[in-house]
Nanobody
Framework: QAQLAESGGGLVQAGDSLRLSCADSGWRQSTYPMGWFRQAPGKEREFVAAISWSGNTTYYSDSVKGRFTISRVNAKNTNYLQMNSLKPEDTAVYYC?????????????????WGQGTQVTVSS
């Protein structure tokens, strides 16, 4: 059962850009730090990006640093993942999550609320 709703995924070519959006489905996400994770076929879920509750601090995995940007608009209970210079290895289902547990920002078990995911496919 999803608590958040992602949108903006699709099929693109290498080098293209996409912007993913994450909106809440009945609660105030602005009170929590938020994160994005992704899972490709045959691979484990991996951390992509995270943002503090205020939006003043962001974190990125080495694989997306310099290409992806996370941001949030708390008044709309929405956050965004801007993805530029997409590569075939970025192909995965992308999940938005809210961090409500103690632990590292890059660990999936630190997050308690999740969306159902949006598919991003990048062709070569």
């Amino acid at each position: 059962q999803a608590q958040l709703a992602e949108s903006g995924g699709g099929l693109v070519q290498a080098g293209d850009s996409l912007r993913l959006s994450c909106a809440d489905s009945g609660w105030r996400q602005s009170t929590y730090p938020m994160g994005w994770f992704r899972q490709a076929p045959g691979k484990e879920r991996e951390f992509v990006a995270a943002i503090s509750w205020s939006g003043n601090t962001t974190y990125y995995s080495d694989s997306v640093k310099g290409r992806f940007t996370i941001s949030r608009v708390n008044a709309k209970n929405t956050n965004y993942l801007q993805m530029n210079s997409l590569k075939p290895e970025d192909t995965a289902v992308y999940y938005c999550a809210a961090r409500v547990r103690s632990g590292g920002y890059d660990v999936s078990r630190s997050y308690d609320y999740w969306g159902q995911g949006t598919q991003v496919t990048v062709s070569s």
